[in-house]
């Protein structure tokens, strides 16, 4: 898979999995539709989890007296519009059967932020103190007009110090971003 030729060592590993009723053609076109934004936004657990997120991330901004400048919010994130430039990025596609894309930043300790990157440097980022993150979506024709589609997300630490601050923050999450791994599917299974 494109996503092994990505990261095939890493540090955490999350997938969840979704049998949708559509044939694989339609199921690929969901996947590509379905808006990140809307399962951030129309979610009720999802938008309770970013939130709370949030709450972490502005206390500790408080107490380190640290401000970060403010991003803007995209209207929408689809993998069908995402380019090769920028912070999530489109890494690679086999239609209909796996598309990849990643970030790399620092999220774990109070502020999020995210590099600019290309794929190429992507694949060569090692400055210490970040973590790459790859996620796919593979999809699989399941008996007869149903595809299983997956959703998995793996991060790898650049340094031995980010790897203890990322693995700290992962390990209490972890089961809360497989929910809202599960939502995205939701999302697409609805889409289509």
């Not at 559509?22 to 990140?36: C, G, R, S, Y």
């Not at 993998?79 to 489109?90: A, C, H, P, T, Y």
Request: charged letters at 25%; one cysteine or more; hydrophobic letters at 40%.
């Amino acid at each position: 898979m494109l996503i092994d030729d990505l990261m095939p060592r890493f540090d955490a590993i999350r997938t969840e999995h979704l049998l949708v009723d559509m044939p694989i053609d339609a199921a690929w076109d969901a996947t590509l539709d379905a808006d990140f934004i809307e399962t951030a936004t129309s979610s009720r657990l999802v938008r309770t989890l970013f939130a709370v997120r949030t709450a972490g991330e502005k206390a500790i901004q408080a107490v380190t007296r640290k401000s970060p400048e403010p991003q803007p919010e995209p209207a929408s994130m689809r993998l069908r519009d995402m380019g090769s430039e920028g912070d999530w990025i489109l890494l690679g596609e086999d239609p209909p059967k796996e598309i990849v894309f990643g970030v790399i930043g620092h999220f774990w300790s109070g502020e999020t932020v995210w590099e600019q990157i290309t794929p190429t440097g992507f694949r060569e980022f090692d400055r210490p103190g970040f973590a790459r993150i790859v996620c796919n979506f593979s999809l699989r024709e399941y008996g007869q007009g149903k595809t299983l589609i997956s959703y998995e997300c793996r991060t790898q630490a650049t340094s031995a110090d980010a790897r203890k601050g990322f693995l700290r923050y992962w390990k209490p999450l972890s089961p809360f971003i497989g929910m809202v791994l599960r939502a995205q599917l939701r999302l697409i299974a609805r889409t289509g």
